[in-house]
T-cell receptor
Framework: KQEVTQIPAALSVPEGENLVLNCSFTDSAIYNLQWFRQDPGKGLTSLLLIQSSQREQTSGRLNASLDKSSGRSTLYIAASQPGDSATYLCAVRGRANGYKLSFGAGTTVTVRA | DADVTQTPRNRITKTGKRIMLECSQTKGHDRMYWYRQDPGLGLRLIYYSFDVKDINKGEISDGYSVSRQAQAKFSLSLESAIPNQTALYFC??????FGYGYTFGSGTRLTVV
């Protein structure tokens, strides 16, 4: 069974600082990894999807890297803004979980103005 | 209109009552999923369906049942609700194939009293 861990569980930074969010997974036989954003009590918004053959994916201020062999992904958010405050979830799709998404518990980010 | 629509958005029900959560999608995806989210536990898969005639149990299916009425509709039922089923419930869809990401609905907040 795939286990997905996100550390830290919570993070507070001043506005303008770069954010680094970590995700680790136990089985490297994955198809892809997806990063989501969730605002309190709301649904999940997909941020980036990285295929297993890719090393990184970028969208605006967001950059996600993937090191499949070590079971790690990192989401970088440049020049953070108060509007980036949310919970960020990492989810992995692979053979160990029957090709369905397995989620980490998330990292809750607060960006202080 | 949202690609994946869940109804109701919020529901309070009493212990022992039967309740149905509904999901409809306009993405044209074959695969649909039901997840529940509890604080600190991430999202856990309840049931999933790869097409209208294919329904499978997820990690935590006890106490739940589903119906795939059409390609675009997937309902989750709690036959006899209990307080520990209080959670945020999400419906998601994905295309056939493993290289694609998931699209989530906005969620249903269910409280069982």
């Amino acid at each position: 069974k795939q286990e997905v861990t996100q550390i830290p569980a919570a993070l507070s930074v001043p506005e303008g600082e770069n954010l680094v969010l970590n995700c680790s997974f136990t089985d490297s036989a994955i198809y892809n990894l997806q990063w989501f954003r969730q605002d309190p009590g709301k649904g999940l918004t997909s941020l980036l999807l990285i295929q297993s053959s890719q090393r990184e994916q970028t969208s605006g201020r967001l950059n996600a890297s993937l090191d499949k062999s070590s079971g790690r992904s990192t989401l970088y958010i440049a020049a953070s803004q108060p509007g980036d405050s949310a919970t960020y979830l990492c989810a992995v799709r692979g053979r160990a979980n029957g090709y369905k998404l397995s989620f980490g518990a998330g990292t809750t980010v607060t960006v202080r103005a | 209109d949202a690609d994946v629509t869940q109804t109701p958005r919020n529901r309070i029900t009493k212990t022992g009552k039967r309740i149905m959560l509904e999901c409809s999608q306009t993405k044209g995806h074959d695969r649909m999923y039901w997840y529940r989210q509890d604080p600190g536990l991430g999202l856990r898969l309840i049931y999933y369906s790869f097409d209208v005639k294919d329904i499978n149990k997820g990690e935590i299916s006890d106490g739940y049942s589903v119906s795939r009425q059409a390609q675009a509709k997937f309902s989750l039922s709690l036959e006899s609700a209990i307080p520990n089923q209080t959670a945020l419930y999400f419906c998601a869809t994905s295309p056939t194939g493993f290289g694609y990401g998931y699209t989530f609905g906005s969620g249903t907040r269910l409280t069982v009293v």
